[in-house]
């Protein structure tokens, strides 16, 4: 599975739109980026995931570049309990390898 | 659908004892994964279930870790002889094999070893 980069942290208006970033540079033709997060004390969560089209849902979007070799997960209007660390994740879909590789993430803290 | 549950929740306990967790998967999940996190780090991956076959093992699973799975249901993690570098939170995660590689983690059981 490719390598990802993210910023170790981040900071957020209560309200305004978060945008993580990650880099997957190696990211390979088969491989989707997913993105998980982890709130204190808790297990992480699956958020959202995609391969090469900007995917949303409920909680988030998620835009992937055209070369595939970043991607920006969006919180558009962020709230005090997105306070998490995120993940991003690169795996083959649907691979024979079971785990997920997690990084360090990006410490994302709302302020109000 | 109650989510997937860890026991206990917390565990303290002398270098040198033996502790078991139990992870209770989404019913009618397959597939089971333990990970061990500690401070500051992702989750690590330690070691996956379908059914009750154990599928793959982590390098970070030495010997004096066992998990077992044995009715294809709950999974139970042991670890012999703990070390204080064994304190960690233990996560479980469960899904299908048939979904889109999403995981669906429980709480986590935090080990403390003394």
């Known amino acids: 599975d490719a390598k990802t980069t993210q910023p170790p942290s981040m900071d957020c208006a209560e309200g305004r739109a978060a945008n993580l970033p990650c880099n997957h540079s190696t990211i390979s033709g088969n491989e989707y980026v997913y993105w998980y997060r982890q709130i204190h004390s808790q297990g992480p969560q699956y958020i959202i995931h995609g391969l090469k089209n900007n995917e949303t849902n409920e909680m988030a979007s998620l835009i992937i570049t055209e070369d595939r070799k970043s991607s920006t997960l969006i919180l558009p209007h962020a709230t005090l309990r997105d306070t998490a660390v995120y993940y991003c994740?690169?795996?083959?879909?649907?691979?024979?390898?079971?785990?997920?590789?997690f990084g360090k993430g990006t410490k994302l803290s709302v302020k109000p | 659908d109650t989510g997937v549950s860890q026991n206990p929740r917390h565990k303290i306990t002398k270098r040198g004892q033996n502790v078991t967790f139990r992870c209770d998967p989404i019913?009618?999940?397959?597939?089971l994964y333990w990970y061990r996190q500690t401070l500051g780090q992702g989750p690590e991956f330690l070691t996956y279930f379908q059914n009750e076959a154990q599928l793959e093992k982590s390098r970070l699973l030495s010997d004096r870790f066992s998990a077992e799975r044995p009715k294809g249901s709950f999974s139970t993690l042991e670890i012999q002889r703990t070390e204080q570098g064994d304190s960690a939170m233990y996560l479980c995660a469960s899904n299908r094999d048939t979904d889109t590689d999403t995981q669906y983690f429980g709480p986590g059981t935090r080990l403390t070893v003394l």
């Open positions: 019913s009618e999940h397959n597939r």
């Open positions: 994740i690169v795996r083959v879909h649907g691979g024979s390898q079971g785990n997920l590789i």
